[in-house]
């Protein structure tokens, strides 16, 4: 079956310093989405890429899917305390909506 | 307003106990999912249903048991046979049951069996 692997599991960085996770599939995806979760809180979606080699941007959030569509990666510049959360990847194969949530990033931003 | 409402938000029940966890939506959409969350694990899917009165298994569907009798609602009872039922909780629905529908998520009920 499918296999999602997300490293690192935790990360500290200080407030200013830029950060990045990554999200490494067993298999081709179709598309993987990514979610942020604050503490205590849910998943919330932030962006969703299909295409092979696509990149994204949110702001300080920048989002790539690997050309072989089996890697994808978030990277925030200069982090801020608002980006504290765990950051999850979402990876999808096939045509429905079979899905493979990655173990999750976990960031700490200290000020 | 609209969204997914999930209740209540904390749980507790005695072990050997039934319980229902509520999940309402007023999106308007087809599909809902249930999910499990543990610490250091990723979401696991419970069940899931693509159109009212249809559900199926998701990856950890024993000792759980579901309806969807009505595009609204989406109730996920904890059974006795749930070996390991203390968790997270978190409903989820889709416009549709293609790929490239994004999930939209519920509050969560945090569940503890004392």
């Known amino acids: 079956g499918q296999q999602v692997m997300q490293i690192p599991q935790y990360q500290h960085v200080q407030e200013g310093e830029d950060f990045t996770t990554y999200c490494n599939s067993s298999?081709?995806?179709?598309?993987i989405q990514w979610y942020k979760q604050r503490p205590g809180g849910h998943p919330v979606f932030l962006i969703q890429?299909?295409?092979?080699?696509e990149v994204k941007k949110q702001k300080r959030l920048t989002f790539q899917f690997g050309e072989a569509k089996k890697n994808s990666s978030l990277h925030i510049t200069a982090t801020q305390t608002t980006d504290v959360g765990t950051y999850f990847c979402a990876a999808y194969s096939g045509g429905y909506q079979k899905v493979t949530f990655g173990i999750g990033t976990k960031l700490q931003v200290i000020p | 307003d609209g969204g997914i409402t999930q209740s209540p938000k904390y749980l507790f029940r005695k072990e050997g106990q039934n319980v229902t966890l509520s999940c309402e939506q007023n999106l308007n959409h087809d599909a809902m999912y249930w999910y499990r969350q543990d610490p250091g694990q990723g979401l696991r899917l419970i069940y899931y249903s693509q159109i009212v009165n249809d559900f199926q298994k998701g990856d950890i569907a024993e000792g759980y048991s579901v309806s969807r009798e009505k595009k609204e609602s989406f109730p996920l009872t904890v059974t006795s046979a749930q070996k390991n039922p203390t968790a997270f909780y978190l409903c989820?629905?889709?416009?549709?049951?293609?790929?490239?529908?994004?999930?939209?998520f519920g509050p969560g009920t945090r569940l503890t069996v004392l």
């Open positions: 298999t081709t995806l179709s598309n």
């Open positions: 989820a629905s889709s416009t549709g049951f293609i790929r490239t529908d994004t999930q939209y």
């Open positions: 890429l299909v295409k092979s080699g």
